[in-house]
């Protein structure tokens, strides 16, 4: 960083004149923005959040052996991580019983899935997802041109069979499948996805974001997908459960030979040092990811008991957060507004059928009472039909 | 993460089988990467590395403001970061004088330049930088498929007439020049960089890499260029005099017209929250960025008087780094591997004429002494020169 020199004098022709050109596919691109985050909202309304539950981020934060790990790596934060996270990948492929060539690590599942866009979609190219599933999947798949096809939820889940024959219809060089699914919140059980990749075409990639993997309850199971199988890309991430959002680092699990693909383009040092010690010192404390997801447990049985009281109804949830079906998207909307109003972030799920839902990510129990308290007084006092 | 569930049975037939082909750009680009790095050397030699000199890291650390914000940073480590950046760029926007707008922070300016290769290239479009200049840039361009036109070094210097020059012929999209110059430690000064952007075709894009900015000594100057000029693109980075490399964070300087047309493509969530914190605290504490400076002037003259000891001719510097003439490409190939016996981490240059160099990053006075006693050692020894 250095300060010296660029002036802001305005050079009234510089615009006019001849200039560098974006490229096609750039221009064609919306100026949009898949989130609003947190922080562009405190500035706008120039009030702090109480409590925030709208990014599914973990407000149990990371594991005391990971906070120690990532003190610790601060020491060395002038030497570029390692570009191959090989102890980080050791350490995974030991515990999910495959080879160290099968796994990739990214900056997040935001990194893998821009990885994931440009090495398997060109301009055109076919692309199925659920409508209203992952924004910022869809928004990697704008940026190399990709074509969406939109298949929309079924009773509140990703349609697996509707998901399946667009693939086949339109030919799709990628299916994307939330599992658990954000935002619903549900999931399909093992036998229903292994289902699912023995009906895609042998030609579909399915992304498989598995974000959500360590909240399934021990009643359900994540399907088992052979590691050499090329048509499936699972991917996972330290920021829910591990609660390493701000560090970001998540890793990709598939054959070999797309892990080597995704070499040739993936930012070699991209990946920080700081995440590389966190990442690896959270796989070791497991005993703090079974703490978190039983408070996230209990949290979810007590959503699901206030939205009951308040007549609402919680849709099930296999997730850290849960997404409560308030009616209508106006409502929803509304409610959204007036929570952060009462200091209380959250979000909503933008497409139909569940644009009616709120998603409220599940926090400690104080966080959990600050958002009962407001939801409550805002029931109470009849603001949520206000016209 | 979470550990369950994927197997490593091979099975014979998913090879063979019809798979989801990746995109012909990406079958296209070959199995290399821009560097191999010191880890995957100690792993290799299975030798720890006692000074590691080779990738222009700081051996001085980063700041005590800034080792502080980060661990206080890590309290929120569950978070994601802001993805507006929007303190840091407040606080670069004053340091610079300039608008908000005209700033993009990324995970570094490798980061940023896999941003500008999509932003600006397409598949078939030409490309300047000089013959051995930095690689990850070549990389980000064979990554979107442009075509590279590299235009050697001449006097050991980017040849800005031979760079105009090739822009011209080529109808180039995007000219590549690092200023302070990666790896031959030169340095054009303002008025010939400013004559140098004059000379491009309007059409052409400018990325001014000035990663090393902190380091040009008083009695050079970097140019002044409008701000509003869209035609030149700085890049700036904290990893160098800031010691933030394994924090991974950079930012750039340009028409704001460029910085919302990258908003349409950047990982909005993917600067992590470490650095942002890191970052902003480094800005602040411009004393511990002149104490890093002076100690790097000191072991340049350090360097240079060892390269004139031993009879080697140091280039002038004015980086963090020293380009040592070794001779010829192999000598200065076997003093790296040399070196590297001794544990001494260095790199050398890979094209000529810059090849028949070794470059070697500035270190605190032990780190210097570890490299001077281990060259002597093998210049004396005559080990340079046996077959």
Same mark, same amino acid.
């Given at each position: ?109 935001? +990194? $893998?899935? #821009? !990885?994931? =866009?440009? @090495? ?6 076919? *692309?199925?997802? %659920? ?27 990703? +349609? $697996?069979? #509707? !998901?399946? =024959?667009? @693939? ?6 990628? *299916?994307?499948? %939330? ?28 992304? $498989?974001?598995?974000?959500? =993997? ?46 080597? =693909? ?126």
């Amino acid at each position: 960083m250095s300060t010296s020199k660029p002036t802001s004098h305005p050079s009234p022709t510089s615009t006019a004149a001849p200039r560098p050109a974006f490229t096609r596919l750039l221009e064609a691109l919306p100026a949009s923005v898949p989130f609003v985050a947190p922080d562009a909202l405190m500035r706008r309304t120039g009030r702090p959040i109480a409590a925030r539950l709208g990014a599914n981020e973990s407000l149990f934060g990371a594991s005391p052996a990971a906070m120690k790990a990532m003190a610790e790596a601060l020491a060395d934060v002038s030497f570029y991580g390692d570009p191959e996270s090989f102890e980080l990948r050791e350490a995974l492929a030991e515990a999910h019983g495959v080879s160290r060539d099968a796994i990739v690590v990214g900056s997040g599942i935001d +990194d $893998l899935l #821009g !990885l994931t =866009a440009r @090495a398997f979609v060109s301009v055109g190219d076919p *692309v199925v997802m %659920s409508l209203g599933g992952y924004p910022t999947f869809a928004y990697s798949i704008d940026g190399v041109g990709g074509v969406l096809h939109r298949v929309p939820y079924r009773y509140d889940r990703n +349609d $697996l069979d #509707g !998901l399946a =024959a667009a @693939a086949h219809t339109t030919g799709a060089k990628v *299916v994307y499948l %939330s599992n658990p699914d954000n935002p619903s919140g549900s999931m399909h059980d093992a036998v229903a996805v292994e289902a699912f990749v023995r009906a895609l075409p042998a030609t579909t990639l399915l992304v $498989l974001d598995e974000a959500y =993997a360590d909240f399934v309850p021990p009643s359900h199971a994540l399907p088992t997908i052979d590691i050499a199988h090329a048509g499936v890309l699972r991917m996972r991430t330290f920021s829910k459960a591990c609660g390493l959002a701000g560090a970001r680092i998540g890793y990709a699990l598939t054959a070999p030979e797309t892990i080597r =693909a995704f070499d040739k383009i993936r930012p070699h040092f991209g990946v920080n040092r700081i995440a590389q010690a966190g990442a690896l010192a959270a796989i070791r404390d497991r005993p703090f990811v079974d703490h978190v997801v039983r408070e996230v447990a209990a949290g979810r049985a007590e959503y699901a008991g206030l939205a009951d009281e308040l007549g609402f109804n919680a849709l099930p949830s296999f997730t850290n957060f849960v997404t409560i079906d308030i009616g209508n998207a106006r409502r929803a909307t509304r409610l959204v507004n007036l929570l952060l109003d009462h200091g209380v972030f959250i979000r909503k799920p933008g497409a139909p059928p569940l644009d009616r839902c709120i998603r409220v990510s599940i926090g400690r129990s104080e966080d959990r009472r600050l958002f009962a308290d407001a939801l409550r007084a805002i029931v109470r006092t009849g603001a949520l039909d206000e016209a």
